[in-house]
């Protein structure tokens, strides 16, 4: 299997889309460290991974911002199986305190709807996740590949480079990770530490259900038609279909690729919706 004998840490494993990435290294054959806020939520995501036949797992408790708690999981993880060859960058999402409810700023847009109304603190918090929780992590995770090469792998979105509206807080994030995912490639190439981003298209989840779908969670939003639309592939993405990019991504199938930012989108990127 394309991952035998490597040792992954996924950060924000209990999530939706990097639960499904952890199975897809799992099947492939890593050892993968679950790194969650809280253990307890880890746990229980352990226990069904074990229910499915996947006993390699190992749960470290640390938030993506806290130093000092992702230096003790990397210690936890060498400790335990004396390596560290993968790190995904999972942790991240929007927040609707980083949005803005109006689309664009016209005569009657109300100032607290708009650019102007902006929640400050919301947007801050929001790049913080994103950006410094994947820079934090990357430094703390990869000292532990200096000496035996490496592959980290980002998880970025379509609004790193088509800023969708609302959401800007986010989209500046991503585009900071991208931007980032392509500097640190350039760094620790002399160390054989591969990064590199995948870029998800549309998929379902608890951060942008409220977005993308009415109430009834069934009937999609104005937003999220112009969404499928917009996806030649004419559909939002399952959490599964993530598993091959990333699996090639980790593998040393992609040994001389590094830098590189893969999208697993339907086409949306592509394509200029006309
Ligand atoms: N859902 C989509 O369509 C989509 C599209 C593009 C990119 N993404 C990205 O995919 C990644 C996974 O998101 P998801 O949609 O599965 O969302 P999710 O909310 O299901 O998963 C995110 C996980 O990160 C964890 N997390 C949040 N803050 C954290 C912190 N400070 N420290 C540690 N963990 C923290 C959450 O607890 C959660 O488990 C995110 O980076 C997101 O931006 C999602």
Known sequence: MPLNNKVAVVTGAT???CSAMVEALLAAGAKVALLARRAAVAEELKVALAAK?????????ADVLDRPALI????TILKTWGRLDILVNGAGGNDPKGTTPAEQFTADTAREQSFFGLDLAGFEAVNRLNFMGTLLPSQVFTEAMLETGGSVVNISSVAATQPLTKVGAYAAAKAAVDNHTKWLATHLAPRNIRVNAITPGFFI??????????????????????????TPMRRYGEAKELGGALV???????????????????????????
């Not at 036949?53 to 470290?60: A, I, S």
């Not at 003790?72 to 210690?75: D, G, K, P």
């Open 72 to 75: 003790a999981a990397r210690e």
């Open 205 to 230: 989840t608890s951060q942008n259900r409220y977005l993308l779908l009415e109430k009834d969670e069934v009937t999609p939003t104005a937003r999220g038609k112009k969404v499928i639309a917009k």
């Open 53 to 61: 036949g996947y006993d390699q797992t190992l749960v470290v408790a």
């Open 248 to 274: 090639f991504l980790a593998s040393d199938a992609a040994s001389f690729v590094t830098g590189a930012n893969l999208a697993v989108d339907g086409g949306f990127t592509s394509f200029a919706g006309v």
């Open 15 to 17: 999530g939706v889309l």
